[in-house]
T-cell receptor, first 112, second 117 residues
Framework: TQLLEQSPQFLSIQEGENLTVYCNSS?????LQWYRQEPGEGPVLLVT?????EVKKLKRLTFQFGDARKDSSLHITAAQPGDTGLYLC????????????FGEGTQLTVNP | SQTIHQWPATLVQPVGSPLSLECTVE??????LYWYRQAAGRGLQLLFY??????ISSEVPQNLSASRPQDRQFILSSKKLLLSDSGFYLC????????????????FGPGTRLTVL
């Protein structure tokens, strides 16, 4: 069974601060996806990374896939209250086809 | 563009009653379809997935069942609800990429909040 561990589980910061969320596993994934979810809504895809060492930027968000494709990080620069939400990482296993393994999520709160 | 719909948005049901949640996708053909359950503020647990009409794979033994009567319709059902069935149910779709070892991006519906009393 593939597992993804996210840390921290909860994060509360002030507007303007930087933060990093981690997603780690002992398993290799063919791809890693990051989602953001707001209360009462479905998760919305932020990015998909597929190559070891890959870095993608989405405005103030920077996503990195580990060289060994076992871990990923999400870094937010100058966080804003609109960044508040549940951040979920999800890994696609090399043998699991189209199924994703989800982490338990990081609940981020950015206070004005 | 593709859209995914789920209904109802909210449901309150007594223990022992039946359940039917519906999910439909528009704007794509032969999608892979998924049902997930999410506990409050936590990750997603895959319940069922389907790669075609009538093809259902169950990930965990439970009180629920799924059916895919049409290409873009996915239904989650139960004959008798349990208290433990309460949760946020999410439907998702993906289109097979066709490349080996590449997991398809999944797109989620708005969810159904189920409360069993």
């Amino acid at each position: 069974t593939q597992l993804l561990e996210q840390s921290p589980q909860f994060l509360s910061i002030q507007e303007g601060e930087n933060l990093t969320v981690y997603c780690n596993s002992s398993s290799v994934f063919s791809s890693l996806q990051w989602y953001r979810q707001e209360p009462g809504e479905g998760p919305v895809l932020l990015v998909t990374v597929v190559t070891g060492g890959e870095v993608k930027k989405l405005k103030r968000l920077t996503f990195q896939f580990g060289d060994a494709r076992k871990d990923s990080s999400l870094h937010i620069t100058a966080a804003q209250p609109g960044d508040t939400g549940l951040y979920l990482c999800a890994g696609g296993g090399e043998t699991s086809g189209s199924r994703l393994t989800f982490g338990e999520g990081t609940q981020l709160t950015v206070n004005p | 563009s593709q859209t995914i719909h789920q209904w109802p948005a909210t449901l309150v049901q007594p223990v022992g009653s039946p359940l039917s949640l519906e999910c439909t996708v528009e704007g794509t053909s032969n999608p892979n379809l998924y049902w997930y359950r999410q506990a409050a503020g936590r990750g997603l647990q895959l319940l069922f997935y389907s790669v075609g009409i009538g093809q259902i794979s169950s990930e965990v033994p439970q009180n629920l069942s799924a059916s895919r009567p049409q290409d873009r319709q996915f239904i989650l059902s139960s004959k008798k609800l349990l208290l433990s069935d309460s949760g946020f149910y999410l439907c998702a779709w993906s289109v097979p990429d066709g490349r080996l070892a590449i997991t398809d991006t999944q797109y989620f519906g708005p969810g159904t909040r189920l409360t069993v009393l």
